[in-house]
């Protein structure tokens, strides 16, 4: 009798775990409270993977010897629940597909710089010429990718949700970026909680592997002493020099480890702003552990494109820069962007709040940000928290009107920053219909 695989959710990893379990010899169910899209249902109905969507059918799902859940289900919810109390083992999709991967892997995680630092260091060790493949919260499922085969390498982003489903992935690098306060709702309202997910990404390593984290961030340090490594480290930092990881000096980063070590000037990195060294050290230590050599991390870190609507040249249009963040989702993702720049800024910000405080943001906004647009259904708690630290306040639930206004407060050598520090769904899809529609309002702006 095949072993029976229940997968909850049929999202990007769901299908991409059904098709990995249907190719290994398990007999697979997938459950979706919800609908199912159309092509999804094509490719498990190719396969002959049973499904069922609109509702969790109990005897099915708990009839399972093991259950695959999506990152975005919590484990509050009542099926979770009643598996949990049924003793039925509950994990993630990347760590069903770490069993059938030989490939080395690099995890990068971390509250903010996770995305930019994983196609960083993905960029790196492609650009070398290496056997590699990109998984996780970027891109294709890792599961789903497996069903065609196997890299040597596989640089993988992963978020809190899913270490949460971890049992035996052992990276062979990871990357820790840092650690703010973010999907507390998930963890109690408890920041120990959330810490305590990011850092137990390192309990299954051992002394030949290596971990790498920020040494500036104290959630971290607070964090590891809980729970120690086993794994050799290397640390970022720009406020302390160590003869080896990596260190910022305002200038230049300079990077050493295995009797290796690289000065690069910001001039020769494409990527801007403080947090964005780190993210460029952390990767470098990556890659040079991997075996990728010094000039061709020059080169990538002159090359490298950013994801989208990650501090995303939009254009300049009458000498003023419009960038596209709209990936900056929390306050902190926003600190960092708006610190980015020596420039003027007109910043455009808001949506859905997630219980922000807008405090940590003052210094920066009352130094460089002379306009203020809310753009959200309710922006009261966003304008009270600026009023009197910035000139002028609007608000409009246009995103047109939003630029149009960019463009009439901005002027040459201006920033115009969309940056919301706020999940979208008030007005938008998510945060790339945001980011989109941000796009082409400022290239009809252009023409």
């Known amino acids: 009798m095949n072993k029976k695989i229940v997968i909850l959710g049929a999202g990007e990893s ?13 007999a697979v169910w997938v459950s979706d409270m919800a609908a199912i899209s159309a092509s999804r249902k094509v490719s498990l109905i190719a396969a002959g993977i049973a499904f069922e969507e609109g509702k969790h059918t109990e005897e099915e799902i708990l009839s399972a010897d093991e259950i695959i859940k999506s990152p975005g289900i919590p484990s509050k919810a009542p099926i979770v629940k009643l598996a949990f109390e049924k003793g039925i083992p509950i994990i993630d999709e990347l760590e069903f597909a770490y069993r059938f991967s030989n490939g080395k892997v690099i995890a990068i995680t971390g509250t903010n710089g996770k995305t930019t630092t994983t196609l960083l260091t993905y960029h790196m060790l492609k650009s070398a010429g ?27 982003e992963v978020s809190s949700f899913q270490i949460d489903g971890f049992v035996g992935f052992k ?35 051992e002394a030949e592997d290596l971990v790498i984290y920020n040494a500036d961030d104290l959630n971290i340090h607070n964090g590891l002493v809980k729970s120690p490594i086993s794994a050799s480290v290397l ?9 080896v990881g990596g260190y910022f000096d305002g200038n230049s980063i300079a990077v050493k480890t ?15 702003g403080v947090h964005n060294m780190q993210n460029a050290m952390s990767a470098t230590l990556a890659a040079l552990t991997a075996g990728v050599g010094q000039e061709t991390i020059r080169t990538a870190l002159k090359d490298f494109q950013n994801a989208p609507h990650r501090m995303e040249l939009v254009d ?18 926003t600190a960092y962007a708006l610190e980015s720049f020596e420039e003027s800024l007109v ?13 940590v943001l003052f210094p920066v906004v009352e130094d460089q940000v002379k306009a203020l647009i809310c753009l959200g259904v309710d922006n009261e708690k966003l304008k009270s928290a600026f009023a009197g630290k910035v000139q002028k306040i609007r608000e409009t639930e246009d995103i047109a009107q939003a630029v149009a206004w960019g463009l009439e407060y901005g002027e040459k ?17 998510n945060y790339e219909d945001r980011g989109d529609q941000f796009k082409s309002a400022v290239r009809a702006l252009k023409k």
């Not at 590699?132 to 596989?154: E, F, I, M, R, T």
């Not at 990276?171 to 909680?193: S, V």
């Not at 640390?235 to 003869?243: G, L």
């Open 235 to 243: 640390t970022v930092s720009t406020s302390s020099v160590s003869n």
């Open 347 to 359: 910043w455009i910000a808001g949506g859905v709040d997630k219980g922000n405080d807008y405090s």
């Open 14 to 26: 769901g299908l991409g775990a059904a098709l990995l379990a249907k190719q290994q010899g398990y």
């Open 316 to 333: 300049v249009v009458k000498g003023i820069t419009f960038v596209n963040d709209s990936k900056g989702t929390n306050v902190d993702a």
């Open 171 to 205: 990276p062979a690098i990871a990357i820790l970026t840092n650690i703010t306060p973010d999907h507390l709702d998930r963890y109690d309202y408890k920041l120990e909680n959330y810490i305590a997910s990011k850092v137990s990404l390192f309990k299954n390593m």
């Open 413 to 429: 050598g201006d920033v115009v920053l969309l940056s919301p520090a706020c999940a979208s769904f008030d007005l938008f899809k």
């Open 258 to 272: 295995n009797g290796k070590s690289i000065k690069i000037g910001t001039s020769e990195i494409v990527l801007k």
């Open 130 to 156: 290496m056997d590699v493949g990109l998984a996780g919260n970027v891109g294709q499922s890792w599961a789903g990718q497996l069903v065609d085969g196997d890299k040597d390498w596989w640089v993988i």
